[in-house]
């Protein structure tokens, strides 16, 4: 199962959502202090040995082999210090500071991780399960049951309006920040059913010609966000009270503060801005 010819291996080693990393120098990206300082760099530990965290790793998994190199994800417990010259990092810190083959496995391992931790009794009968050597499921001994790790698809949907585009607040945002709407899929649903009904329960307004726009590996702890383009049709905003602060129509040109430019709400955002931009800008 490991690579052909086992050598040293990469870690993702995490605390929480912590990931272990050995990191350069911090450096701020612009002269602009309200820019926060990044590391110039970082990697992930490399070590020989499967049990160089000895006893104290809660759970060890192997992840597969990348380009000749073994990569394994272990789960430290909470409150453990980083060993020298390493620290605990949040995956966002490492977005394009990380390898980006290694920043994209993080998730994944992140995932793993917690699904091997949320399932090791059977769901069923609760009998301890088994790992199975050569596939990545838990089985239980007693009754059977199999568990796979799981992804809960979760749909974003961006409305437009004419010129305008329906952003809205969750009471968690910073201050002053709007994104597209978003909700989990239920059991049952369709992602476009699950379009109309996020859209339709949080701000009561109705869309149609939906269009596929990407989607986005969330590992917090197991989503899919399915993003998506549609059209206002009828309704008037009714922001729900208690998922919605404040729901607004914005002019493409005018927009507020956007999440981050690591989140795929931002990619719709941008995407679907600088479309709108080049269709008024052609009848200007
Ligand atoms: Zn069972």
């Given at each position: 199962m490991t690579c052909e010819s086992p050598g040293e291996g990469h870690w993702f080693v995490f605390r929480g959502d912590q990931l272990l990393v050995e990191m350069g120098p911090l450096e701020r990206p612009s002269d602009d202090l309200r820019v926060r300082a990044r590391p110039a760099w970082a990697r992930l530990p490399l070590h020989k040995h499967h049990n160089w965290l000895g006893s104290t790793a809660n759970r060890t998994l192997y992840l597969g082999c990348l380009a000749g190199t073994d990569l394994w994800a272990a789960e430290l417990s909470a409150g453990s210090e980083p060993p020298a010259g390493m620290s605990w990092e949040g995956l966002r810190t490492l977005?394009?500071?990380?390898e980006d083959g290694h920043f994209a496995l993080a998730g994944r391992a992140l995932q793993l991780i917690d699904w091997d931790r949320t399932h090791q009794y059977c769901g069923r009968c609760g009998a301890p399960t088994e790992a199975k050597r050569d596939e990545r499921v838990r089985i239980c001994p007693a009754c059977k049951l199999s568990a796979y790790p799981r992804v809960a698809p979760a749909v974003m949907a961006l409305v437009r309006r004419g010129r305008e585009l329906l952003l809205a607040r969750s009471p968690h945002f910073p201050p002053g920040m709007y994104s597209a709407l978003a909700g989990f899929v239920e059991p049952g649903e369709s992602l476009e059913q699950c379009l109309a009904r996020e859209v339709a329960e949080e701000v009561g307004v109705q869309i149609s010609n939906t269009r596929y726009f990407a989607s986005q590996s969330w590992p917090f702890p197991h989503s899919l966000m399915i993003a998506f383009v549609c059209d206002w049709v009828s309704g008037e905003l009714r922001p729900q009270a208690s998922e919605i602060e404040a729901a607004n129509w914005f002019d493409v040109l005018q927009l507020p503060k956007l999440p981050s430019k690591i989140s795929i709400a931002r990619r719709l955002i941008d995407a679907v801005v600088a479309q709108m931009r080049g269709e008024y800008a052609g009848k200007a």
């Open positions: 977005f394009t500071v990380l």
